[in-house]
């Protein structure tokens, strides 16, 4: 670490977004902000999106004599009052550098790092307003999980966001269930990250270049490559050799934690398709329950929709994405475990066709009327792959659509997606 505190100036850090995700990864970054006081400075600021609430009954904190459970308070009263989130994350002891804060402009300004965890959604107006607040070389890290799927593009929402606020920025996905995160219990993650040549340190050598490639200045680069290896549409500004670069290294030392295990590795694309496909084979998974298929059936959709999963980012995305991110992160292989074992992509689908109803009615029954984001990802995918005459090249992919808008039955499954020997 003594490289990384080795820089007159400090990063500070902003993580935009509060809900259970955001206020565990808030957790986690506080205590690392906390323990390496040379590289960071200490408090973190939490954008939180401002409701009246009170401490309920099932909170620790409850108290019928106190005013904060007769009383509504603002929510960020409240966080930095009882040090816990005590309505997306209650019972949950957050440390003490937290700052809960209202105002979105004033939780990112003059932070050097960004960490973005809210519903994709609200992502272009929180840009909008964040423009003109944040510092021109900052860099961030998205942990929204998901792609933004068109018949014309796949956009990651780490590019969205960097593209709208001119830095760059990354993205962090894996097997992590907030919940479980936030008490503790031991997980691993994926962060994305892959350094623009501006932020390089690294001096040029002095032997062997030409004179002019000697000379050669990386910070007056502002051109990089997006994850398609085309130029980026964005113009970097690069961050000042006095903060501590923003390498593997440093987001290592912001993310790992004893019991939420980390491994940086540079393939953003492939690390934000796994977030999002992976919810089409957890509902795939569930479908199969349904029948009471058994273990074998749901390892076998598993298998065939990893090889599905890696096959659309080598085929859309060739000149970033690692066969290794799907068969070997926590990003690929270890989330789509996780979300074919208890997600509630998996859990609807199973209902779904152990009810004979449509996964519209358990939408309506057991989530308010809010759609799965398998449901819309397979839809956006499967046009995506239309558009492109790719769907038959994607049969699992391709068989869950249909089976959604009724046009195939989840008994037909094995036909759907079986394929010839090949001699």
């Given at each position: ?12 850090v902003t ?10 990864i808030a957790?986690?970054?506080?205590e690392n ?16 999106y ?8 099932s909170s ?21 009052h009882?040090?816990e989130?005590?309505?997306?994350l ?5 440390p003490p550098?937290?700052i ?10 003059d932070?050097?790092i960004l960490?973005?965890?809210l519903?994709?959604?609200f ?11 944040i ?12 792609v ?5 593009d796949?956009?990651?929402?780490s ?5 709208k606020?001119?830095?760059?920025v ?15 219990k031991f ?10 040549p ?6 040029t050598?002095k032997?062997?270049r ?7 200045d990386l910070?007056q680069?502002t051109?990089h490559?997006?994850?398609?290896g085309?130029t ?7 961050q000042p050799?006095?903060?501590p670069?923003?390498t593997?290294?440093?987001?290592h ?24 496909l992976?919810?089409?084979?957890a509902?795939?998974?569930g479908?199969v329950?349904g ?15 990893l090889?599905?999963m890696?096959?659309?980012?080598k085929?859309?995305f060739?000149?970033?994405v690692?066969t290794?991110?799907?068969?070997e992160?926590?990003?690929?292989v270890?989330?789509l ?12 689908a199973?209902m ?7 996964i519209?009615e ?7 009327g809010?759609m799965l984001?398998g ?12 558009k492109r005459?790719?769907?038959?090249e ?5 068989s ?11 008994e037909d499954?094995?036909a759907?997606i079986s394929?010839p020997?090949?001699?």
């Open positions: 670490m003594a490289t990384l505190g080795a820089h007159e100036q400090k990063h500070k993580v935009v977004g509060s809900g259970n995700w955001g206020s565990a957790k986690i970054v506080a902000t906390r323990e390496q006081p040379d590289v960071f400075e200490q408090d973190v600021q939490m954008w939180v401002e409701e009246e609430v009170s401490v309920t009954e620790n904190h409850y108290d019928p004599k106190s005013e904060y459970s007769t009383q509504k308070h603002k929510l960020t009263s409240l966080i930095n009882f040090h989130n005590v309505k997306y209650p019972n949950i002891a957050l550098n937290i809960a804060n209202p105002s979105l402009q004033d939780s990112v300004r932070s050097t960490i973005f965890n519903p994709h959604q992502i272009g107006g929180l840009c909008d307003q964040m423009k003109g607040a510092l021109p070389y900052a860099r961030g890290v998205s942990c929204i999980k998901g933004s799927v068109s018949q014309e796949v956009q990651l929402f590019e969205s966001i960097g593209e606020l001119g830095i760059y990354g993205a962090l996905s894996g097997a992590n269930i907030a919940n479980e995160v936030a008490l503790e997980s691993e993650t994926t962060v994305a990250y892959d350094p623009p501006m932020d390089s340190r690294a001096p050598p032997e062997g030409t004179p002019q490639a000697s000379q050669l910070t680069i051109e490559k997006d994850t398609r085309l980026s549409k964005v113009r970097l500004t690069a050799s006095d903060l670069p923003v593997h290294e440093l987001l030392t912001l993310f790992h934690r004893p019991y939420f295990h980390v491994h940086v590795v540079s393939d953003v694309a492939g690390v934000s398709l796994g977030g999002a992976k919810n089409i084979v509902l795939t998974a479908f329950s029948l009471d298929w058994g273990d074998n059936a749901k390892a076998a959709i598993m298998r065939i929709g090889l599905e890696r096959k659309f980012g085929m859309f060739e000149n970033s690692r290794a991110t799907f068969t992160e926590s990003a690929g270890a989330d475990i996780t979300s074919c074992s208890g997600g509630r992509n998996y859990r609807c199973k779904s066709v152990e009810k004979g109803v449509k519209s358990v939408e309506r029954t057991e989530l308010n809010q984001q449901v819309s990802t397979a839809k956006e995918v499967f046009m995506f792959l239309e005459a790719k769907e038959k994607f049969p699992l992919f391709t869950t659509y249909r089976i959604l808008q009724g046009e195939a039955k989840v499954l094995p759907l394929k020997n090949r001699s």
